[in-house]
């Protein structure tokens, strides 16, 4: 009797310590969940929501990173056998492009999207773009230009065929008012008080801006036109092969270098001879290799070299016609004066007389004293650039005879 009490007792022990554990397991689930929920709340809160259409993470990106997440899994797998040998592996993310013979700046684009150049082409804001242009030019042609040389401009303007881009430079703030030529409607007009052709070219005629043009004309306001024509003139420089050049000059004018006064006697000539001492060799500027600022005409390739010889602030050109010859070889053969197309310097001194008076000058003057100093400075800061290049591979410059100066 007492044995089968105490086994009743110990079963029922048994019972009651049983029905006891449950509800202590119940809560322990119950209190872990609640807290996984305010844990994973607050985890939540302390980010914020973005989107996947933010994170640019699109369907596919995913499916490739799942793609690769199951190769991975794979390797693993199949290494895990011997652990020894199993080293870590970067993964590559080839969804990502970079192409490092892109532009500079551009490597992150794929590059059929890429366009490194452009132009002047005028464009509709209507219609199919591929539609915008019935012709494309393939000549450009620059004035720097006053209002009060409107006429000048007009006849210059006219023996520039319709295969010539019409750019403007305003240095006098003056646009609209051209509009009383009809072409001035179709051409490009840029504005900037008081600035030169120099400044100009720099800061908008980058090479890449004007890489469709085969060649570009950067010319001044007062030239003389009647014994120009544009085309024909283009086809002699095709014809001698220059890639610099300029119009002859009317020798009855009064020019200073004997290099581009005009000849009679030919199409094209591409040396002279100069006052004595002022040539170094017959092959090198002044004689050879030389065309002057006021009406040059530059290949697409020339003026590539000569954009970034140009500096930001020496916006006269004074000392630029000098160097030239750096951006073609061999330069006395690549650099001429056209003499069956010429012009007439007019010397109008428009521009100079937007200089300020000071110390009792005329403004003319002080702009005049600056075209010097720019000139001592390109020469020195060029000689200075070239003594570094020749340092820098072992070369010293004061033994170096060669015909680079």
């Given at each position: 009797?007492?044995?089968?009490?105490?086994?009743?007792?110990?079963?029922?022990?048994?019972?009651?310590?049983?029905?006891?554990?449950?509800?202590?397991?119940?809560?322990?689930?119950?209190?872990?969940?609640?807290?996984?929920?305010?844990?994973?709340?607050?985890?939540?809160?302390?980010?914020?929501?973005?989107?996947?259409?933010?994170?640019?993470?699109?369907?596919?990106?995913?499916?490739?990173?799942?793609?690769?997440?199951?190769?991975?899994?794979?390797?693993?797998?199949?290494?895990?056998?011997?652990?020894?040998?199993?080293?870590?592996?970067?993964?590559?993310?080839v969804s990502k492009i970079w192409v490092?013979?892109?532009?500079?700046?551009?490597?992150?684009?794929?590059?059929?999207?890429?366009?490194?150049?452009?132009?002047?082409?005028?464009?509709?804001?209507?219609?199919?773009?591929?539609?915008?242009?019935?012709?494309?030019?393939?000549?450009?042609?620059?004035?720097?230009?006053?209002?009060?040389?409107?006429?000048?401009?007009?006849?210059?303007?006219?023996?520039?065929?319709?295969?010539?881009?019409?750019?403007?430079?305003?240095?006098?703030?003056?646009?609209?008012?051209?509009?009383?030529?009809?072409?001035?409607?179709?051409?490009?007009?840029?504005?900037?008080?008081?600035?030169?052709?120099?400044?100009?070219?720099?800061?908008?005629?980058?090479?890449?801006?004007?890489?469709?043009?085969?060649?570009?004309?950067?010319?001044?306001?007062?030239?003389?036109?009647?014994?120009?024509?544009?085309?024909?003139?283009?086809?002699?420089?095709?014809?001698?092969?220059?890639?610099?050049?300029?119009?002859?000059?009317?020798?009855?004018?009064?020019?200073?270098?004997?290099?581009?006064?005009?000849?009679?006697?030919?199409?094209?000539?591409?040396?002279?001879?100069?006052?004595?001492?002022?040539?170094?060799?017959?092959?090198?500027?002044?004689?050879?290799?030389?065309?002057?600022?006021?009406?040059?005409?530059?290949?697409?390739?020339?003026?590539?070299?000569?954009?970034?010889?140009?500096?930001?602030?020496?916006?006269?050109?004074?000392?630029?016609?000098?160097?030239?010859?750096?951006?073609?070889?061999?330069?006395?053969?690549?650099?001429?004066?056209?003499?069956a197309q010429w012009i007439v310097h007019?010397?109008?001194?428009?521009?100079?007389?937007?200089?300020?008076?000071?110390?009792?000058?005329?403004?003319?003057?002080?702009?005049?004293?600056?075209?010097?100093?720019?000139?001592?400075?390109?020469?020195?800061?060029?000689?200075?650039?070239?003594?570094?290049?020749?340092?820098?591979?072992?070369?010293?410059?004061?033994?170096?005879?060669?015909?680079?100066?």
């Open positions: 009797m007492n044995m089968d009490s105490d086994m009743v007792y110990r079963k029922g022990t048994v019972v009651r310590s049983t029905l006891a554990k449950k509800p202590n397991e119940t809560m322990r689930v119950f209190i872990t969940i609640c807290v996984g929920i305010m844990f994973g709340f607050f985890i939540g809160v302390s980010f914020p929501s973005l989107p996947f259409t933010k994170l640019n993470i699109t369907s596919a990106l995913l499916r490739d990173f799942v793609i690769i997440g199951n190769k991975s899994a794979a390797q693993f797998t199949d290494n895990s056998s011997n652990k020894s040998s199993t080293t870590n592996q970067t993964v590559i993310d490092p013979s892109n532009p500079k700046g551009a490597e992150r684009l794929p590059p059929g999207i890429v366009a490194s150049e452009s132009d002047l082409y005028l464009r509709r804001l209507w219609g199919k773009p591929s539609e915008d242009l019935t012709s494309k030019p393939n000549y450009l042609v620059t004035f720097t230009v006053g209002y009060d040389q409107r006429k000048n401009i007009d006849a210059a303007v006219k023996k520039f065929s319709g295969n010539f881009t019409i750019l403007l430079f305003h240095y006098d703030g003056k646009t609209s008012e051209w509009d009383e030529f009809e072409w001035s409607k179709r051409a490009i007009h840029v504005s900037a008080i008081k600035q030169t052709k120099w400044w100009y070219a720099k800061r908008f005629l980058h090479p890449d801006i004007v890489a469709p043009y085969d060649y570009i004309f950067i010319w001044d306001e007062d030239l003389g036109v009647k014994h120009f024509d544009a085309e024909e003139y283009i086809k002699l420089v095709r014809k001698y092969g220059l890639e610099i050049s300029q119009p002859g000059l009317d020798p009855s004018r009064g020019t200073t270098w004997e290099m581009t006064k005009r000849r009679n006697d030919r199409d094209v000539h591409m040396e002279t001879e100069e006052r004595p001492g002022w040539c170094s060799d017959p092959h090198l500027p002044p004689c050879a290799a030389f065309v002057e600022i006021m009406a040059p005409v530059f290949s697409r390739d020339a003026w590539r070299c000569v954009w970034h010889m140009i500096q930001n602030d020496l916006i006269h050109g004074w000392g630029l016609d000098l160097a030239l010859q750096k951006c073609v070889e061999p330069a006395h053969e690549r650099i001429g004066v056209v003499d007019q010397t109008v001194p428009s521009l100079g007389n937007q200089g300020k008076s000071e110390n009792g000058e005329a403004p003319w003057q002080g702009v005049r004293q600056r075209c010097r100093r720019e000139w001592e400075l390109f020469r020195v800061r060029m000689e200075d650039a070239e003594k570094s290049y020749y340092k820098s591979i072992g070369i010293d410059p004061s033994n170096f005879t060669v015909h680079h100066r």
